[in-house]
Each structure stands twice: as C-alpha cells, then as structure tokens.
C-alpha cells in the first residue's frame, strides 16, 4: 500500500494495533456525502464503489477502489 511505504516501526504499528477488521455485505454502505470523516477504510479484498445519487434518485458510480486504496 503506497501509502504506508514511508512507515517503519512505531507508526506503522500503531495504525495496525488500532485496525479493526470489517466486512460489508454487497450494497452496504460506509458512509454518505457530508459525514464527518472519523475513520480510515482500506480495502483488503474485494471492491467499493463509491457512488453520487442525483435528485431524482439514479446512481452514478465516480470512483472504484480496490485492494490496498484507502478511503
């Protein structure tokens, strides 16, 4: 994970202490639009849409993220 390459020791297993494994049912939701951002997702299998709904209720996929993204 590109993100963690810079981490060594301490920090890294500070981040890895405090994780917490969970799992998500197809459709699931994470978070809405103006959540406030109180955790780190990293996606370890699988994938996340990451999804905008309009006004009149359709769905657009603008990101999908895989293995190892974070968000």
Same mark, same amino acid.
């Given at each position: 994970? =590109? /993100? *963690?390459? +810079? *981490? =060594?020791? %301490?920090?890294? &297993? %500070? !981040? !890895?202490?405090? $994780? =917490?494994?969970?799992? /998500?049912?197809?459709? +699931? !939701?994470? /978070? %809405?639009?103006? &959540?406030? $951002?109180? =955790?780190? /997702?990293?996606?370890?299998? +699988? #994938?996340?849409?990451?999804?905008?709904?309009?006004? &009149?209720?359709?769905?657009?996929?603008?990101?999908?993220?895989? #293995? +190892? &993204?974070?968000?």
């Amino acid at each position: 994970m =590109e /993100f *963690f390459k +810079g *981490f =060594e020791g %301490t920090p890294l &297993d %500070t !981040v !890895v202490a405090a $994780a =917490e494994l969970r799992a /998500f049912a197809r459709g +699931g !939701v994470l /978070f %809405t639009e103006n &959540d406030a $951002a109180t =955790e780190l /997702f990293v996606v370890v299998s +699988g #994938r996340v849409a990451i999804a905008n709904r309009s006004i &009149d209720g359709r769905e657009s996929v603008v990101a999908l993220m895989e #293995r +190892g &993204d974070l968000l």
